[in-house]
Nanobody, 128 residues
Framework: QVQLVESGGVSVQAGGSLRLSCAAS????????MGWFRQAPGSPGKEREG???????????YYADSVKGRFSISQDNAKNTVYLQMTSLKPEDTGMYYC??????????????????WGQGTQVTVSS
């Protein structure tokens, strides 16, 4: 049973920093792609936005333009955990953040359809 459990979401002021964690279990972990997605409040019909991804095997990363230079994705193989370090947070970063695992072939495309396993999400709220 694949399980992805996110944590670390809280309310912060604009300009602040936050680190999200995603602990994975029940999954062949070393050769897959892990990604972070987010969904803005009040937009249930809108697809989740891909934020960052990491290919576990070689550590290559990819970021959406909206977070490039502010967010950093990293991994701890010993703990089967992926992190998303977020800095210089803006109100528009507010949303539910989801961790996902998917195919390495499409890792850096950050398309929802390429990720088959999802966590339940952790809420990030950035106030101005």
């Amino acid at each position: 049973q694949v399980q992805l459990v996110e944590s670390g979401g809280v309310s912060v002021q604009a300009g602040g920093s936050l680190r999200l964690s995603c602990a994975a279990s029940g999954y062949s972990y070393r050769r897959n792609c892990m990604g972070w997605f987010r969904q803005a409040p009040g937009s249930p019909g809108k697809e989740r936005e891909g934020v960052a991804s990491v290919y576990r095997f070689d550590g290559s990363t990819y970021y959406a333009d909206s977070v490039k230079g502010r967010f950093s994705i990293s991994q701890d193989n010993a703990k089967n955990t992926v992190y998303l370090q977020m800095t210089s947070l803006k109100p528009e970063d507010t949303g539910m953040y989801y961790c996902a695992a998917g195919s390495p072939a499409q890792c850096h495309g950050l398309q929802v359809s390429d990720f088959g396993f999802w966590g339940q999400g952790t809420q990030v709220t950035v106030s101005s």
